[in-house]
């Protein structure tokens, strides 16, 4: 039975905002939301690191990062955990870092096979950088393997990037599934944030459909106890706008390509609302910390038992997610 025991104080301890952004369906708008998102947060003096685990590197190319150019990237991090996180960090903007990726990763699915910690290196890497970082955002590649696994064991919550189509929905459900067992098996602080919705067209009728599906299916989800059961809707919606499918070819940023277009201006709105609700968390965090007696033992009636916390994978679980 592999068993992994987590070293760290406490995921929820955590001062760092760790998203992975996640939809097994490819060409939703994972890479242009972590992007856009994340430069959008660094511009307001957020120290923010985007990590790029999906082979395709579209986020390190997005960046004007040449993978193929690369000393180091997060490869050779997840391969070797004696290696410093720093030997693969670019710093690619100011307050904004990467952890790049290149094609070597799609090797490394199969390489941590044997490994028994193999869902939890990036957890590890982004530990040992965490007093660098407030904002950390994963883009995942569109598939549920060992990478994507990483990124959720590592993360405190999911975005859902996605299209407003008819299948959205389907999706939707099949999607949070594999987090609620992710979340069962290896990282039971992991919720989902909610969705963003990508390339939207807001006058459409069926996008409008879809939307008030998406709204109902979340609210009704509320009191289930479920990892999505505070997930909602991101607004505004990210409209489709080509300098958005432009920006990416110069290495540049929707902000550094074109700053007021429709596209800069959804991902900085979603920014602040970003911002402003890890804000409120992380105040709502510090009043109960300065509520909290002294000597926790002060505020227990009765002697508790061992709360030592095993992370146990169930190999049936496990295996089932690394296929
Ligand atoms: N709001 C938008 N308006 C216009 N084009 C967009 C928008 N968002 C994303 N695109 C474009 O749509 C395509 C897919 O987006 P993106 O690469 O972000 O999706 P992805 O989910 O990361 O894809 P993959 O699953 O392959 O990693 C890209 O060409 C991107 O430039
Ligand atoms: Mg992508």
Same mark, same amino acid.
């Given at each position: ?11 929820? !301890?955590?001062? @760092? ?7 097994? /369906?490819?060409?939703?708008? /994972?890479? @242009? ?5 994340? !430069?959008?947060? !660094? ?44 030997? =693969? ?16 990763? &799609? ?39 060992? *990478?994507? *696994? ?17 299948? =959205?929905?389907?999706?939707?459900? /099949? ?41 109902? #299916?979340?609210? !009704?989800?509320?009191?289930?106890? &479920? ?6 809707? #991101? %607004?505004?919606?990210? %409209? ?9 070819? #110069? ?16 991902? %900085? ?15 709502? /965090? ?21 709360? @030592? ?15």
């Amino acid at each position: 039975m592999a068993a992994i025991r987590d070293e760290t104080p406490g995921r929820d !301890a955590r001062q @760092t905002r760790r998203v992975a952004l996640l939809n097994q /369906k490819g060409g939703v708008g /994972k890479t @242009t939301t972590t992007v856009n998102l994340a !430069a959008a947060i !660094a511009e307001q003096g957020r120290p923010t690191l985007i990590v790029d685990i999906d082979p395709q590197s579209h986020a390190t190319l997005h960046l004007g990062v040449d993978p193929d150019g690369l000393d180091r990237s997060i490869y050779d991090l997840l391969l070797d955990p004696e290696l410093p996180a720093t030997e =693969a960090l670019i710093e690619s903007r100011p307050n904004l870092g990467l952890l790049p990726a290149e094609v070597h990763l &799609a090797a490394a699915e199969t390489e941590l096979v044997g490994e028994a910690d193999r869902q939890d290196r990036l957890h590890r890497i982004l530990d040992r950088l965490s007093d660098q970082y407030e904002f950390v955002f994963i883009d995942c590649p569109p598939s549920l393997g060992i *990478l994507t *696994l990483n990124a959720l064991a590592a993360s405190g919550e999911v975005l859902v990037p996605l299209q407003a189509h008819f299948f =959205a929905l389907q999706g939707v459900s /099949k999607l949070l599934e594999t987090v609620q067992l992710v979340s069962q098996a290896a990282n039971p602080d992991l919720v989902v944030a909610g969705v963003i919705l990508c390339m939207h067209e807001e006058r459409a009728t069926l996008s409008k459909e879809v939307v008030a599906d998406l709204d109902e #299916f979340f609210h !009704a989800s509320r009191e289930g106890g &479920a990892p999505w059961s505070d997930a909602k809707v #991101f %607004r505004p919606p990210v %409209r489709r706008n080509i300098k958005l499918a432009e920006c990416p070819s #110069f290495g540049q940023t929707i902000f550094e390509y074109s700053k007021w277009c429709p596209g800069a201006l959804d991902y %900085r709105a979603l920014a602040k609302s970003f911002i402003e609700e890890w804000d409120a968390r992380k105040s709502v /965090k510090a009043e109960e910390i300065a509520q909290a007696p002294e000597d926790p033992r002060d505020a227990l009636e009765e002697p508790t038992e061992d709360t @030592t916390a095993e992370i146990v994978v169930r190999p049936s679980a496990a295996a089932e997610m690394t296929g």
